[in-house]
């Protein structure tokens, strides 16, 4: 079943802006990923934020997660035209070493008009 | 990086044919991959888990004699979708995790486009 919930479904902004998306899910997460993808193709991996961290940058990247509200944001800063595609939160509910199962959202498509 | 190769791309097959869809790790080693079916538009759905030199495990609700999963080695797996049929034109996508590692981050295939006329 889906755990995450991405919102919006969809976002259009000018190149230069910044730009949100918001994930909220079900349950405790061991960590929460957001992916990238690309019209008719894979997954590429952004970034990873465990459940005991708050924030985590990677480049115009920002992620924050907030635990209590079970929620977590992906900005990214400047935007480009080149990062139009799908945004997927995923989490990951693992709680032992053999435990491995990502659950996605439905993901916010994100166009950066030039 | 971590790199999985997934093939084919795109498959065109008649309707009641068996279509098959490899997943490579290209350099580690994965005990563990997974198998996601997503329909445009939408997100990705976990189909199953295939596990090297065991059983895969099922999502509820996906067919175990129609998804056949075959995780002969560390490095490969296969999902064989039997007796296709037009409903079961889909994009589906493998990834996999590094089992030397604690990393909990998964590589993606880039998916195959399976179409059934």
């Known amino acids: 079943s889906q755990q995450g919930e991405e919102d919006p479904q969809a976002l259009s902004i000018q190149e230069g802006e910044n730009a949100t998306m918001n994930c909220s899910y079900k349950?405790?997460?061991?960590?929460l990923q957001w992916y990238r993808q690309n019209s008719g193709r894979g997954l590429v991996h952004l970034i990873l934020?465990?459940?005991?961290?708050r924030e985590k940058h990677s480049g115009r990247l920002r992620v924050t997660l907030d635990t209590s509200k079970k929620s977590s944001s992906l900005l990214i800063t400047a935007s480009r035209a080149a990062d139009t595609a799908s945004y997927f939160c995923?989490?990951?509910?693992?709680?032992?070493?053999?435990?491995?199962?990502?659950?996605f959202g439905k993901g916010t498509k994100l166009s950066v008009i030039p | 990086g971590a790199v999985v190769s997934q093939h084919p791309s795109r498959v065109i097959c008649k309707s009641g044919t068996s279509v098959k869809i490899e997943c490579r790790s290209l350099?580690?080693?994965?005990?563990?991959m997974f198998w996601y079916r997503q329909f445009p538009k939408q997100s990705l759905m976990l189909m199953a888990t295939?596990?090297?030199?065991?059983?895969?495990?099922?999502e509820q609700g996906v067919e175990k004699d129609k998804f056949l999963i075959n995780h002969a080695s560390l490095t490969l797996s296969t999902l064989t979708v039997t007796s296709a049929h037009p409903e079961d034109s889909s994009f589906y996508i493998c990834?996999?995790?590094?089992?030397?590692?604690?990393?909990?981050?998964?590589?993606f295939g880039s998916g195959t486009r399976l179409t059934v006329v």
């Open positions: 350099d580690f080693q994965a005990t563990t």
């Open positions: 990834s996999a995790r590094d089992k030397g590692t604690m990393s909990r981050r998964y590589t």
């Open positions: 349950t405790s997460i061991n960590n």
């Open positions: 295939s596990n090297e030199g065991s059983k895969a495990t099922y």
């Open positions: 934020i465990r459940s005991n961290e």
């Open positions: 995923a989490t990951d509910a693992g709680s032992g070493a053999g435990s491995y199962k990502l659950t």
